[in-house]
């Protein structure tokens, strides 16, 4: 069993920063491909990053260059930090592997509002 339980939204004005947080358990390991997910009001959950063993990052030219995903080496903790946000990043974010399997957990909320 995986569970992924991830933190740190909130309300912020576009153009600031946050870091969102995830805590992966259960089969995860340093091989395996994880990735942040967002659900936005009224769309369809989308990929927004992704790491692989040893590092590689990806990101859908969306936010290229505004997110960084990182985590531990063991993949057990997994962050997401976010610069220059627009009210278009206000979504639900998840963490799960990359590509996503049926593991989602709660979410985190980001609002990104004046």
């Known amino acids: 069993q995986v569970q992924f339980v991830e933190s740190g939204g909130g309300l912020v004005e576009p153009g600031r920063s946050l870091r969102l947080s995830c805590v992966a358990s259960?089969?995860?390991?340093?091989?395996?491909?994880m990735g942040w997910y967002r659900q936005g009001p009224g769309k369809q959950r989308e990929w927004v990053a992704g790491?692989?063993?040893?590092?590689?990052?990806y990101y859908p030219e969306s936010v290229k260059d505004r997110f960084t995903i990182s985590g531990d080496d063991n993949r057990r903790t997994l962050y997401l930090q976010m610069h220059n946000l627009t009210p278009e990043d206000t979504a639900i974010y998840y963490c799960?592997?990359?590509?996503?399997?049926?593991?989602w957990g709660r979410g985190t909320q980001v609002t990104v509002s004046s």
């Open positions: 790491i692989l063993p040893g590092g590689r990052t």
């Open positions: 799960n592997f990359y590509p996503a399997e049926n593991y």
């Open positions: 259960g089969n995860i390991s340093e091989f395996s491909f």
